[in-house]
């Protein structure tokens, strides 16, 4: 396992939480995906088990359905499951570059529903890395509550 400690900065983005204090310490496991991922919305595959690493930290994304594009509303999300390889996915679509430097994921069979995020460890971070892993300046990070697990059970 490789642990990676990230210094606060003040340029990092703000959308890790609602009212730009802080986020809580995140924390990791070494325990990837049991289960592969599937779109909650076409039951597309979009991430083979054991390809992901459990992570627990405070992060946001925008809601899918937004009422005002003026002023966006965000969902505060604590369970992630971590991916250093775009190539790794099945369907992945990924959005053009955010103002805060992150970009948005969705399905890549029916490009609905945000699902994740591209980004920078949040400062501070510890989180436990596969050693096989190399240190890149993004990871992405798969919301779980917006994917299917499903069992080949």
């Not at 340029?11 to 049991?34: E, H, I, K, L, Q």
């Not at 994921?105 to 945000?114: K, N, P, R, S």
């Amino acid at each position: 396992r490789q642990s990676v400690d990230m210094a606060e900065s003040d340029d990092f983005p703000s959308v890790d939480s609602f009212d730009g204090a802080p986020s809580a310490a995140p924390t990791a496991s070494a325990r990837t995906n049991p289960t592969p991922f599937t779109c909650k919305r076409c039951k597309s595959s979009i991430l083979k088990a054991g390809l992901a690493v459990e992570a627990s930290v405070e992060l946001s994304l925008p809601f899918d359905v937004q009422n005002d594009v003026n002023a966006p509303q965000y969902e505060s999300i604590s369970r992630w499951w971590l991916v250093d390889d775009m190539w790794k996915f099945d369907n992945l679509g990924f959005s053009h570059v955010q103002a805060d430097g992150t970009r948005l994921l969705v399905c890549g069979a029916c490009d609905q529903g945000i699902i994740g995020t591209h980004r920078e460890l949040p400062p501070n971070s510890t989180i436990a890395l596969p050693a096989s892993w190399p240190p890149i300046p993004q990871y992405i990070f798969i919301a779980e509550a917006r994917l299917d697990s499903t069992s080949n059970a």
